[in-house]
């Protein structure tokens, strides 16, 4: 079990749960609505030994009731440390978990049984039955100083658990955070499900997404992230999944009538074409040449002009990190590779990127826009040689028919990003990065580097 006082070990899922009042003669039970609103006693359990029996009663209860989980009281010393009682209440719960195959929480129950005798004191009641039902009051209590708790605990939604999401998405989870990840697969809701991940399966593209039945249930969002990646290999286009799919998200809030989350928006840098190896920032007029980057700045402009809106843009130069080297694939086999050497390659590792996502979430009044590189372009030449003499592969060749404009040719200067966001990166420099990157990459791939 973990301790109650961290926000991890308070989250269930969403649904009617079951407080639970412990002790060695008596079980009080109060239960509380699917939307957690209202707690109220229940019963209690007059226990004999009987194991077979008690794990029946619960059982029952969990059928009849449609719980989701329990959260069983700890009866700790005044001063917050572990108790005679505690110890047998946590191998109470660690059976209830077994014996349901329910999750099981800690509430710390300190002062419950004094405040439930102050509450049924004066109604007339003989002291035999305040005696019988301050245990079931004494659950509801548990249940909720539980449900004014789970209250507090952040919610946050990544659109889109892949390379970036999933990192964020377990950022947010291990601060505490109650994170929901969206898949278009059921196997890989499975995996999101193991790493703590609440999934949601479903497919931005389609006619209805359900987004205002998952806003609706979860309660009302910190944080979303928009994070979709495009699948080349779907019938879906461009525009159908960054500005259509992205509508449809930006109405599901305003429809659930929720308090408005703060939306975080993955963008590239992309947006810009070819600046003849001059810097960009965020005051650079856009001026895309290829579909994808169109297809951003439409999705930039419908979220800045949205009631859901404005939200923040991050711009991100090329994301690289474990599993992600750009054209580390091409290097080894010995293709030529179809860049212009003596441009520039802007790139931020992908969990400063992770780590800049949840700084924009957590800013109290970001910019509606910021690029994001770490800052220090290198020439594709070095980049390649370098990962080159790394990996083991023979020396680049280059493409002899490249446009010089492949691939965008400028340098992005993140220096908004710096000051206002305070993130202090983890891996400043892309080459000094390499070759801690090529030991931890198992099976290496080969990946083109979005700008």
């Given at each position: 079990?973990?301790?109650?006082?961290?926000?991890?070990?308070?989250?269930?899922?969403?649904?009617?749960?079951?407080?639970?009042?412990?002790?060695?003669?008596?079980?009080?039970?109060?239960?509380?609505?699917?939307?957690?609103?209202?707690?109220?006693?229940?019963?209690?359990?007059?226990?004999?030994?009987?194991?077979?029996?008690?794990?029946?009663?619960?059982?029952?209860?969990?059928?009849?009731?449609?719980?989701?989980?329990?959260?069983?009281?700890?009866?700790?010393?005044?001063?917050?440390?572990?108790?005679?009682?505690?110890?047998?209440?946590?191998?109470?719960?660690?059976?209830?978990?077994?014996?349901?195959?329910?999750?099981?929480?800690?509430?710390?129950?300190?002062?419950?049984?004094?405040e439930a005798d102050g509450m049924l004191a004066g109604i007339?009641?003989?002291?035999?039955?305040?005696?019988?039902?301050?245990?079931?009051?004494?659950?509801?209590?548990?249940?909720?100083?539980?449900?004014?708790?789970?209250?507090?605990?952040?919610?946050?939604?990544?659109?889109?658990?892949?390379?970036?999401?999933?990192?964020?998405?377990?950022?947010?989870?291990?601060?505490?955070?109650?994170?929901?990840?969206?898949?278009?697969?059921?196997?890989?809701?499975?995996?999101?499900?193991?790493?703590?991940?609440?999934?949601?399966?479903?497919?931005?593209?389609?006619?209805?997404?359900?987004?205002?039945?998952?806003?609706?249930?979860?309660?009302?969002?910190?944080?979303?992230?928009?994070?979709?990646?495009?699948?080349?290999?779907?019938?879906?286009?461009?525009?159908?999944v960054h500005v259509e799919g992205l509508l449809k998200l930006?109405?599901?809030?305003?429809?659930?009538?929720?308090?408005?989350?703060?939306?975080?928006?993955?963008?590239?840098?992309?947006?810009?074409?070819?600046?003849?190896?001059?810097?960009?920032?965020?005051?650079?007029?856009?001026?895309?040449?290829?579909?994808?980057?169109?297809?951003?700045?439409?999705?930039?402009?419908?979220?800045?002009?949205?009631?859901?809106?404005?939200?923040?843009?991050?711009?991100?130069?090329?994301?690289?990190?474990?599993?992600?080297?750009?054209?580390?694939?091409?290097?080894?086999?010995?293709?030529?590779?179809?860049?212009?050497?003596?441009?520039?390659?802007?790139?931020?590792?992908?969990?400063?990127?992770?780590?800049?996502?949840?700084?924009?979430?957590?800013?109290?009044?970001?910019?509606?826009?910021?690029?994001?590189?770490?800052?220090?372009?290198?020439?594709?030449?070095?980049?390649?040689?370098?990962?080159?003499?790394?990996?083991?592969?023979?020396?680049?060749t280059w493409g002899s028919a490249v446009p010089r404009s492949?691939?965008?040719?400028?340098?992005?200067?993140?220096?908004?990003?710096?000051?206002?966001?305070?993130?202090?990166?983890?891996?400043?420099?892309?080459?000094?990065?390499?070759?801690?990157?090529?030991?931890?990459?198992?099976?290496?791939?080969?990946?083109?580097?979005?700008?």
């Amino acid at each position: 079990m973990m301790p109650p006082g961290s926000n991890a070990a308070r989250i269930l899922p969403r649904g009617r749960v079951a407080g639970i009042d412990y002790g060695r003669r008596r079980i009080g039970v109060a239960v509380c609505d699917a939307e957690r609103i209202i707690a109220s006693p229940l019963c209690i359990r007059e226990t004999s030994g009987d194991h077979a029996a008690d794990a029946a009663f619960f059982q029952s209860l969990s059928h009849d009731e449609s719980l989701v989980g329990f959260v069983v009281g700890l009866p700790l010393h005044a001063d917050g440390t572990q108790s005679g009682m505690s110890r047998e209440a946590e191998r109470f719960a660690t059976w209830l978990k077994r014996v349901t195959g329910l999750p099981v929480v800690l509430q710390d129950e300190r002062y419950t049984s004094h405040e439930a005798d102050g509450m049924l004191a004066g109604i007339g009641l003989s002291r035999q039955q305040k005696k019988s039902r301050s245990d079931a009051v004494a659950a509801q209590l548990v249940l909720r100083g539980w449900m004014e708790a789970v209250t507090a605990i952040p919610v946050q939604v990544v659109v889109g658990c892949g390379y970036l999401g999933e990192r964020v998405a377990l950022r947010w989870k291990a601060r505490g955070d109650r994170v929901v990840g969206t898949t278009r697969s059921a196997v890989r809701a499975e995996s999101l499900a193991a790493t703590g991940i609440e999934p949601f399966v479903v497919d931005v593209t389609a006619t209805d997404p359900r987004w205002d039945q998952l806003f609706a249930t979860m309660g009302a969002p910190t944080t979303v992230l928009w994070a979709v990646g495009f699948d080349r290999s779907g019938q879906a286009s461009y525009e159908d999944v960054h500005v259509e799919g992205l509508l449809k998200l930006l109405n599901g809030i305003t429809q659930a009538g929720a308090a408005r989350p703060r939306i975080v928006l993955a963008s590239s840098t992309g947006v810009w074409d070819d600046h003849q190896g001059g810097t960009v920032n965020e005051e650079t007029p856009t001026d895309p040449n290829r579909e994808a980057g169109r297809v951003l700045v439409e999705a930039e402009r419908l979220l800045r002009a949205h009631p859901a809106g404005p939200g923040v843009t991050l711009r991100f130069a090329g994301l690289y990190g474990p599993g992600r080297l750009p054209r580390l694939a091409d290097l080894r086999a010995g293709h030529p590779l179809a860049v212009d050497p003596d441009t520039w390659l802007n790139m931020i590792h992908i969990d400063d990127a992770a780590a800049i996502v949840v700084a924009a979430g957590d800013a109290a009044g970001p910019s509606p826009l910021y690029v994001v590189a770490d800052g220090r372009p290198v020439r594709r030449r070095d980049w390649y040689e370098r990962l080159a003499t790394l990996a083991g592969a023979p020396p680049p060749t280059w493409g002899s028919a490249v446009p010089r404009s492949r691939g965008g040719d400028k340098r992005v200067d993140p220096s908004r990003m710096v000051h206002e966001l305070g993130v202090s990166l983890e891996h400043p420099d892309a080459l000094a990065a390499l070759p801690a990157l090529l030991k931890v990459c198992d099976r290496p791939q080969g990946h083109r580097v979005s700008e």
